[in-house]
């Protein structure tokens, strides 16, 4: 069965670096790509970067740009998320999403993780 | 960064209503566009690809049109399980952006 299975939910305190993974199952993990996309709470869906499974590469959206870092670990097939500096606008669920099959974002995500919620509070 | 905007934010259907949802693009994305369903708790769930094309397992009474700026997404007869919050988002460019989501509940 195709899953990705999230680490559990952290509180945080501003300043603070939090780091998410996310394990693959069911299928071959460099042969798609990972995506992670955070939802504040009541909030809508922001696309935060991807990670190539393959050779590691990224790309980050700008508003992250500089505080995150994407990678993966292929002997466990797990992709991490680590944010650092966090303020309480970084409050919100992190989830990670199978992405393409290409050398670049491709941008559909047919599969998700259950999400992570990140708590910034001091 | 390429805005997304839907309309309209929320509304409230009856059982085996036809429902209606638009999105519109700040530029043009041809058809770089997927449309996502979320349930409260719930992670989003891929429904439609490519602006039109059914992903694998779901019901034909979603579908999606549209091309350029302007999108659709419709269910021709709305079920207590549609209750969800849906997504347009766009994939022509980076970094990919979503809509603001529209809200469906029943009557």
């Known amino acids: 069965q195709v899953q990705l299975v999230q680490s559990g939910a952290e509180v945080k305190k501003p300043g603070a670096s939090v780091k998410v993974s996310c394990q693959v199952f069911g299928y071959t993990f460099t042969s798609y790509a990972i995506s992670w996309v955070r939802q504040a709470p009541g909030r809508g869906l922001e696309w935060m970067g991807w990670v190539s499974t393959n050779n590691g590469n990224t790309n980050y959206a700008h508003k992250v740009h500089g505080r995150v870092t994407m990678t993966t670990d292929t002997s466990t097939s797990t992709a991490y998320m680590e944010l650092r500096s966090l303020t309480s606008d970084d409050t919100a669920v992190y989830y990670c999403a199978r992405d393409g099959v290409g050398v670049a974002p491709g941008g559909t995500f047919d599969i998700w993780g259950h999400g992570t919620m990140v708590t910034v509070s001091s | 960064d390429i805005q997304m905007t839907q309309s309209p934010y929320s509304l409230s259907a009856s059982v085996g209503d036809r429902v209606t949802i638009t999105c519109q693009a700040s530029?043009?994305?041809?058809?770089?566009l997927n449309w996502y369903q979320q349930k409260p708790g719930k992670a989003p769930k891929l429904l439609i690809y490519?602006?039109?094309i059914l992903e694998t397992g779901v019901p034909s009474r979603f579908s999606g049109s549209g091309s350029g700026t302007d999108f659709t997404f419709t269910i021709t007869s709305l079920q207590p399980e549609d209750i969800a919050t849906y997504y347009c988002?766009?994939?022509?460019?980076?970094?990919?952006?979503f809509g603001p989501g529209t809200k469906v509940d029943i009557k």
């Open positions: 530029q043009d994305i041809t058809n770089y």
């Open positions: 988002q766009q994939y022509d460019s980076l970094p990919f952006t």
């Open positions: 490519d602006a039109s």
